[in-house]
């Protein structure tokens, strides 16, 4: 609807715009979380920086190496970030 030469949304159209947004959002968490993280052990060299980033209390160290519990893990890639010797990855991801 035009109105005094502006444009005005309705609110069904406002709606609609609100409800793809948060489909997006959702499709874009979704493609993130559930991929499994693996640690790169050759890589590792046990400063614990994911340990610290976790905040599902997902990564622990285990023989000065960090070890991913993929119970506890939602692949949202915090611990990924963290890691300056990028010894985590992305299951399936070079």
Do not use: W
């Amino acid at each position: 609807m035009i109105k005094n030469g502006t444009t005005v949304k309705s609110a069904p159209a406002k709606r609609i715009v609100a409800y793809l947004m948060i489909l997006l959002l959702a499709l874009t968490i979704f493609a993130v979380s559930g991929r499994q993280v693996v640690v790169l052990l050759n890589r590792c060299v046990g400063c614990g920086d994911c340990v610290r980033a976790c905040n599902r209390d997902a990564v622990t160290m285990v023989m000065g190496k960090a070890c991913i519990d993929p119970e506890k893990c939602t692949g949202c890639g915090v611990c990924l970030s963290a890691c300056a010797y990028h010894a985590l990855r992305y299951k399936g991801e070079q």
